[in-house]
């Protein structure tokens, strides 16, 4: 029944959680306290500290209740954050304000898949930190507020047999979405067109679990930049290019044949790029994989050990990759092409992109001429399928 | 009056030509002609060979007549190669058949946009050998059969001074077109956001003598990579990442501002992608200005000279900027956000992606359901008013 669909409220699937001081030091022994990461202030600044390094917050992490005229990377302290940064409870009334039913949060000091442990010194001490930050997400953070968290874990990327030993254990405890990065490489890790099939483990336990990996944009530490004088706003708008260059090495990676239960989440890496680099990857396809095929040198050119005369790239698509996005009017305008199963709403609270506390009337005003099946699909709808996570009943309206 | 609209014809604003042997041996003194770039035989196989190097001719390159089964980066003779690849009047006969009226080639063997000559030991001699291809591409190519081509010219890309007097000259004898890189950095050369300006001297000699700046995909002489083993084919469907480089490059640099009759054809760069960049453009521009404008250091961050505050990137795109498209649902099915007067058509003759022999009726076939008007300017009238180009009445068809 169409009239029956509630369309006020939306699930974000990927906002952004500052750490509060306690994740570490509440969890750790009592003698590890100063080496997990843990939060000093010296005059007016404040940094977290972990191996031996100093980390200020940015203030392009914590913009929620800024003007854009306000918006800077300068070092904020978390007093001169809004609360709902880092306050599970606090960020349930900016939630409530804006018609966000239920957000999974990404890790901030960590970096996207948890960079922060595997660079650690002491990689043993390391997953022990990474194992308290997952039972922060879900005991503290999620637990909170039941249903108004997707728990979003972390894993050791720098050892693909505890990843999966630590999905399984996290998956034990409810969560359905692990971090993965966009592209390895840069961090110094095999990718996952490894000969050796180092990631094997971690997408055989995603495949098992239905755990969805979640790339957010960035989490290979890149920032793209065209050249080394582009301008920087350039390369801003440039971001995009990792994750199409993430969903291109998916698809003809041979990984979604392989392990059939597997499924990636696009965070914040937009949409409206997808069109184009999927029909383009059909292109090549047609065109060039008789000779791929074949094992024709060409440069540096790897053979491929994929069957390219089965490969259908956008049926890989349809049942493995979602695209995730805050503002992307290009991308709904091309929802025929993209596929209205496969796109999920975001608000990227409290980073600059996001459009709290106006959440819920941004997304409607993209989506409104959608018919009402789909709009709720994109709303809540796909992201309650793909985390397998059934939502608290709506609060009553508070506004916005 | 519509009807009268002859719709059976395109302007291709991308084709390649395979030099034939004789364009520098005729043309520089006898006593050179071991020097300029000439062709050796040695049994099965064919180099051309210029300052100490050998360049086979890639089958990737002279496509044109083979099955895609038959595709091959392998290296092939010219005598294997279908006449239309280097001679002129036989190019003719494959234009007549496949309805392209008139067409804009680029070189093959000096590279997109004279790469070969810039990285000669003598440039001296390497500026000889580039002025005897423009007048061989003016003179002979074009000249052979007029209004059938357009002369796309190189200039002396090391050199901006020369390059201007090079673009004077060659716009004395009707040029209005130059081959310019996407992306001057991997080439060693400064880029357009320069501080000193390098390339003042070209731009500001294209706005006013009003020559195009093609600049087509490749002409970095880059290959993107999206990791050290990422599948072949991924990288290949990745390839507008340079295109979308260079436009955001291009809309942030301030150059559209400065010299305001420049022109820039993405040429070969496909345009299914225009609209994301050019919105994510507008939203970065809209959030995050105000800091940039500021001068707040970040990194590696270096702070603008042009006014943000002022910028209008749709606007600059729209007064500036032409995307070139080979075979593009998306692109054409995104036409509104596009812009009709900004997209020309192309063929590709005769590399694996062209659409030959089926040229007309492939862009047909993605067009037919635009008014008339439009689809007119995409198969040739955009491309007749920038490149000030009239072509040649179209011959009785032939076929195809």
């Known amino acids: 029944m169409t009239s029956d669909l509630n369309l006020d409220w939306l699930i974000s699937v990927d906002d952004h ?79 409530d304000r804006a018609g966000i039913l239920a957000s999974l949060c990404f890790p901030t000091i960590t970096r996207f898949c948890g960079q922060l442990f595997a660079e650690a010194s002491d990689r043993e001490f390391g997953l022990v930190c990474l194992k308290a930050y997952n039972d922060w997400m879900i005991e503290e953070w999620c637990g909170s507020a039941p249903g108004r968290y997707i728990p979003l874990i972390l894993i050791p990327i720098w050892d693909p047999k505890l990843a999966a030993k630590e999905m399984e254990r996290c998956s034990d405890k409810g969560a359905n979405a692990f971090a993965f990065s966009e592209n390895p490489a840069p961090l110094g890790l095999p990718t996952i067109h490894d000969k050796n099939r180092y990631w094997d483990p971690v997408m055989s336990t995603a495949s098992e679990l239905q755990m969805v990996a979640s790339m957010h944009v960035g989490s290979s530490s890149q920032v793209p930049q065209i050249a080394p004088d582009s301008p920087f706003m350039a390369n801003l708008a440039w971001g995009a290019i990792r994750t199409s260059g993430a969903m ?86 091309s929802i025929d092409e993209i596929g209205e199963d496969n796109i999920m709403c975001e608000t990227d609270y409290p980073h600059s992109d996001s459009t709290w506390p106006n959440c819920i009337t941004a997304v409607k005003k993209q989506i409104s001429h959608l018919p009402a099946e789909t709009q709720y699909k994109i709303l809540r709808g796909n992201a309650e399928k793909l985390y397998r996570f059934t939502p608290a009943e709506p609060p009553a309206l508070t506004g916005a």
Request: proline share 5%; net charge negative.
């Open 17 to 95: 959680v500052l750490e509060p001081a306690n994740v570490w030091v509440d969890r750790v022994a009592a003698k590890d306290r100063d080496r997990a990461p843990h939060m000093v202030v010296e005059g007016d600044m404040e940094f977290w500290v972990y191996d031996g390094k100093r980390y200020p917050s940015s203030g392009l992490s914590a913009c929620a209740g800024k003007s854009k005229e306000e918006f800077s990377p300068e070092p904020v302290t978390y007093a001169e954050m809004r609360p709902g940064c880092y306050d599970s409870q606090a960020r349930l009334e900016d939630m």
């Open 248 to 333: 291109l090495s998916w698809l003809f990676s041979g990984m979604f044949t392989r392990f059939p239960g597997l499924k990636i989440a696009l965070s914040e890496g937009e949409i409206g790029w997808i069109p184009y680099f999927l029909e383009r990857a059909e292109q090549v396809l047609d065109k060039q994989r008789y000779w791929v095929q074949r094992g024709v040198q060409f440069g540096e050119h790897a053979t491929t050990d994929v069957d390219l005369s089965t490969l259908n790239v956008r049926e890989l698509f349809r049942n493995h990759v979602f695209g995730c996005f805050i503002d992307d009017h290009h991308g709904i305008a």
